[in-house]
């Protein structure tokens, strides 16, 4: 059977589509296996850094053949809407305890690389057996900390993207696809 289905909510404020929902759920796919793999018969320990990876981590989890904790933890965006001017602090820390662990750390984008070394450097603090990280996007060219991934979903070029989690000004996140904004919506004076 086949359905046509609308454009949600929200597409004619895009420019142009980076990432099809298609795309993203093959490579979600792929992503799942990889991890399953990689993680031999170890549980893994998640931790998902929200509000950004909220969609990624609920599909990819879900394709990942390996018993599963899940936790969250809350980084205070340290950004203005679309570029990064200080540093990350945790406003809200984990919940559950990590020693002896094996964790897998999910975010939404490895831009400038801040956000995911603070957090890393706090998680090897607490003693886990091990560290490893997913993004679904990464931005390669706008690292200003040494940090990579060890998967990625799609690496990206350095431009601000909305959809399937991520945002600006907390919009946007429920696109199944990512995205480029139009210019005149990037900067409404409404949302100052
Ligand atoms: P980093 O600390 O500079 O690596 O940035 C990571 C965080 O910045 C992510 O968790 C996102 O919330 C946010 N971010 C970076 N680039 C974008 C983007 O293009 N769109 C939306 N959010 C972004
Ligand atoms: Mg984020």
Same mark, same amino acid.
Do not use: C, W
């Given at each position: &059977? #086949? /359905?046509? &289905? *609308? $454009? $949600?909510? %929200?597409?004619?404020?895009?420019?142009?589509?980076?990432? /099809?929902? /298609? &795309?993203?759920?093959?490579?979600?796919?792929?992503?799942?296996?990889?991890? #399953? %793999?990689?993680?031999?018969?170890?549980?893994? #320990?998640v931790v998902a850094i929200i509000n950004g990876s909220l969609f990624f981590v609920a599909d990819l989890l879900r394709e990942i053949r390996r018993p599963i904790r899940l936790d969250c933890i809350r980084v205070s965006s340290y950004r203005n809407e679309t570029r990064s001017i200080g540093k990350p602090e945790i406003v809200h820390s984990l919940t559950i305890d990590i020693a002896n662990r094996h964790v897998l750390l999910i975010d939404d984008i490895l831009d400038t690389g801040k956000t995911l070394s603070v957090v890393v450097n706090l998680i090897k603090k607490l003693n886990p057996a091990s560290v490893r990280t997913c993004v679904l996007l990464d931005k390669k060219g706008r690292r200003e900390v040494d940090f990579e991934a060890d998967f990625v979903g799609f $690496?990206?070029?350095?431009?601000?993207?909305? %959809?399937? %989690?991520?945002?600006?000004?907390?919009?946007?996140?429920n696109l199944p696809c990512i995205g480029l904004?139009?210019?005149?919506?990037? *900067?409404p004076p409404e949302w100052r």
């Open positions: &059977m #086949t /359905s046509i &289905m *609308n $454009p $949600p909510a %929200g597409y004619q404020d895009l420019d142009k589509i980076i990432v /099809s929902e /298609s &795309m993203i759920k093959r490579r979600v796919r792929k992503l799942g296996a990889e991890i #399953t %793999g990689a993680f031999g018969e170890e549980e893994i #320990t $690496p990206i070029e350095d431009q601000f993207v909305v %959809g399937y %989690g991520l945002d600006f000004a907390e919009r946007y996140r904004l139009k210019a005149h919506l990037q *900067n």
